[in-house]
């Protein structure tokens, strides 16, 4: 297997600071059981990393990424994985209870409370290619779990949504990374998705990082902060509304001659994303991990 | 309780989908919004951005209001005695049709046929000017915005420039077709509009007896009103009628001056994007051979207390009605005010209106938001409006649910909430839905279907389920 694994045992799942990539052999001071292959040492010689901070990362992927991006997924995966940080997907998980919620049916969201709550007490962090559904749980989960009239769970739900983090907060905030040793020829323009933008606040962590990709060729879109006009639900219910919000971001994701939009939201995705492709505008939507998962190799 | 009544009568609701279908069909309207709101909104960043204490003065706003709210009883009592006090009367008005009796009995009483109006969104909200009309007293608008859409026999479609739907070249048809005595030679320039206007109102500014207002800010300290406007008209009907009545909700009341000093600054860089409004009116019950001898205060409450008994939509009662959050709101720029079936659009509408009606009697306007938050953002006292929708949504939601009214919604939700209950159900709906995408899927892409789905694929295409989900990658490589 041509990745890069670094696995702590699992009874030790403290942060620790751990010098990876910087000797020929695993660093020796944790309990840590290193698997390298000669690709591995290739990249590393090429990437210098320094000190990283080992977590014990739960991967709450997302409904919509499960079902419909396993590539997000997976890019999440192997960008942790060279970064040096044990990645797990509790099978367990389903969904954060967001579409229930913000359409306003709560009492259905709150065994989905229950179940995040559970899946992911047992992780350092939690982390999720979505800034809405991490704007969901760090925003509502208490709020319902406190409805369901479980004042325990409601305890349990604040310290899950405490270390759960979108994936720029994790790289930039948590793990301290800007350059993740992406490499991305492309012209790409950043949509800031609203919930990232305006609900956890991420602020120009994504763009950080973008800027840091080797070979990419990052064009500002104008009109950025504007909502696309997905707003789950929203787009079927007004139907109409949302598809002249989209038609004018479209407009501006064009103007900016990029063949790339990315996001740090598959759903805001797919709307930008099926509106470009109905129109054969030939630009695609492709999500931030992805971006930042690519390497030379996988170029 | 009955519906409190919010204006734009006669009017069937069709809900909010149905009246955007309307308006974003129309061009006209569409570059006029666009226009506006994309001025308003840069002007306003670049006002706001001048104070380095901004959001300091918008967390005081909030507070205040906060404060003011969980002790209103006794606010609106203290201002009440001061009011009375300094030789004015009050009033106090359950809802619509009260508050439109006493006002109705009030000017009847003074022989007056005609009234002139301070721009006032309350005496909208109650339907005043309809209602003096069908007792023989004809109102008259001298907000420049609120003469245009009063002229075009039209709706009000912002709450700050009610005829924000409207391009100077629609305003000159509107006068020279209805005001009277306008030259037939006019023009489309803002100015030449302006004096014509001026022209028209000046004499009724000089024969109306009585006056009619709202106020920005009730003062419970001394009892002081206070109205902030900027072309003067307000300034002219405060002071120059005999009688002065005005219509205030409950929620308007600030403790204290001190108060005022907050409020004064948030609102004008949030309304007008100015720093300071050009007119602002404070006065006092009656002052003996100054302005009006007589005052009248109508306290209206309209469903204000129903929204005040709402431990979340209880925020909403603290809008000081600038209007920042409709110049920011994607919705807004894109359906205008119209499509809100209210005096009150956009963002707050969308709150308010339910909240003070009842969501049974608005039930698509708190999904009428794509929940962006940009709203949140400018609200100069900090309502948290996407909150506040999501909580509507809810009580949309549970009186069906109450009413055993079913829907196919519902039984979507349900469904689902049962799926994501179990990763095993839920690995088993993923496997469904493939086939059921590799029925329509070419080339990775689903295009146009009929049945539920067709509000999405009519207009956007979706992705096809791919080959393998994560989960089974996840499970085959680990």
């Known amino acids: 297997m041509n990745r890069f694994k670094v696995r702590p045992y699992r009874s030790q799942c403290h942060i620790r600071t751990l010098y990876a990539y910087q000797c020929d052999i695993g660093f020796s001071v944790l309990p840590v059981r290193v698997v390298r292959t000669a690709g591995d040492r290739e990249r590393m010689s090429r990437t210098h990393i320094g000190e990283v901070t080992l977590v014990r990362i739960g991967l709450f992927l997302t409904c919509i990424n499960d079902t419909l991006y396993p590539d997000t997924g997976k890019a999440v995966v192997r960008l942790l994985e060279r970064l040096g940080h044990e990645v797990d997907f509790p099978l367990e998980q389903t969904c954060c209870g967001q579409m229930h919620v913000n359409t306003g049916y709560r009492r259905e969201a709150f065994s989905l409370v229950r179940r995040y709550a559970d899946v992911f007490a047992p992780y350092d962090a939690v982390v999720a290619p979505s800034g809405s559904c991490v704007g969901l749980v760090r925003d509502q989960h208490v709020a319902l779990a406190r409805e369901s009239g479980d004042e325990a769970l409601a305890e349990r739900a604040a310290a899950v949504a405490a270390k759960t983090y979108e994936l720029s907060e994790l790289l930039v905030d948590v793990l301290g990374v800007v350059d993740v040793g992406a490499y991305y020829p492309h012209r790409v323009t950043y949509h800031p998705t609203c919930h990232s933008l305006r609900l956890i606040r991420v602020g120009d962590k994504p763009l950080q990082l973008l800027r840091a990709v080797r070979g990419i060729d990052l064009v500002e879109l104008p009109n950025a902060d504007t909502c696309c006009g997905f707003g789950g639900t929203f787009a079927l219910k007004n139907a109409e509304t949302s598809t002249a919000m989209l038609s004018d971001k479209v407009r501006c994701v064009l103007d900016t001659g990029a063949e790339i939009c990315a996001a740090g939201d598959n759903s805001c995705l797919t709307h930008i994303g099926g509106g470009l492709s109905r129109m054969r505008t030939g630009v695609r939507g492709v999500h931030l991990a992805e971006i930042l998962a690519a390497t030379e190799e996988t170029a | ?478």
Not at chain 2, 23 to 38: E, S
Not at chain 2, 233 to 261: A, F, H, Q
Not at chain 2, 291 to 310: I, S, Y
Not at chain 2, 337 to 363: C, D, F, H, K, R
Request: aromatic share 6%.
């Open chain 2, 1 to 478: 309780m009955t519906r409190a009544f919010l204006g734009l009568p006669g009017r069937r609701d069709k809900g909010f989908p149905a009246a955007a279908h309307h308006a974003l069909a129309d061009t006209q309207l569409r570059r006029n919004l666009r226009n506006a709101t994309a001025t308003i909104r840069a002007k306003r960043t670049k006002v706001v951005g001048e104070l380095p204490d901004w959001e300091e003065l918008r967390e005081a706003g909030r507070a205040i209001k906060a404060q003011t709210l969980s002790n209103l009883d006794a606010y609106l009592e203290q201002l009440e005695n001061a009011v009375v006090e300094r030789g004015g009367h009050v009033h106090w008005a359950r809802d619509a049709d009260e508050a439109c009796r006493l006002v109705t009995e009030l000017v009847q009483a003074t022989g007056a046929t005609e009234v002139v109006k301070v721009k006032s969104m309350v005496t909208d909200e109650i339907g005043l000017n309809d209602a003096l009309a069908r007792s023989g007293i004809s109102a008259y608008e001298t907000d420049l915005a609120e003469l245009i859409v009063q002229l075009g026999h039209d709706k009000q479609s912002h709450i700050l420039v009610p005829a924000i739907h409207k391009n100077r070249s629609e305003i000159r048809d509107i006068f020279l077709r209805e005001m009277p005595g306008v030259s037939k030679d006019l023009g489309d320039d803002p100015v030449e509009l302006a004096m014509a206007a001026r022209q028209h109102l000046r004499k009724k500014f000089l024969s109306a007896k009585v006056g009619i207002s709202g106020a920005n800010f009730a003062v419970a300290e001394t009892g002081t009103l206070a109205v902030v406007e900027s072309e003067g008209n307000g300034r002219m009907c405060l002071t120059l009628p005999e009688t002065l009545i005005s219509v205030v909700g409950i929620e308007k009341v600030v403790p204290t001056w001190n108060d005022l000093e907050v409020f004064l600054q948030l609102l004008p860089r949030s309304s007008t994007a100015e720093r300071m409004n050009p007119y602002t009116s404070l006065w006092t019950g009656v002052t003996p051979g100054d302005g009006p001898q007589e005052f009248h205060l109508v306290l209206l409450d309209n469903g204000r207390t129903k929204v005040l008994k709402d431990e979340v939509s209880r925020q909403t009662l603290a809008c000081i009605r600038c209007s920042a959050c409709l110049n920011v709101c994607p919705v807004y720029e894109r359906t205008g005010g119209q499509a809100y079936n209210s005096v009150y659009p956009g963002p707050i509408g969308a709150i308010l209106t339910p909240a003070m009606q009842g969501v049974e009697n608005a039930p698509t306007l708190p999904y009428a938001s794509s929940l962006c938050g940009a709203c949140y953002d400018v609200c100069p006292v900090k309502i948290n409006i996407p909150e506040v929708l999501v909580h509507l949504r809810s009580e949309v939601v549970e009186h069906k649910r109450a009413r055993r009214i079913p829907t196919p919604e519902a039984t979507a939700m349900k469904a689902m909430a049962w799926v994501f209950d179990s990763p095993k159900r839920l690995e088993r709906a993923q496997k469904a839905a493939r086939r059921g995408s590799g029925i329509f899927a070419r080339d990775g892409v689903i295009g146009r279907i009929p049945g539920p789905m067709h509000g999405w694929t009519d207009s956007r295409d979706a992705p096809a389920m791919p080959a393998e989900t994560f989960r089974e990658w996840w499970r085959r490589t680990h």
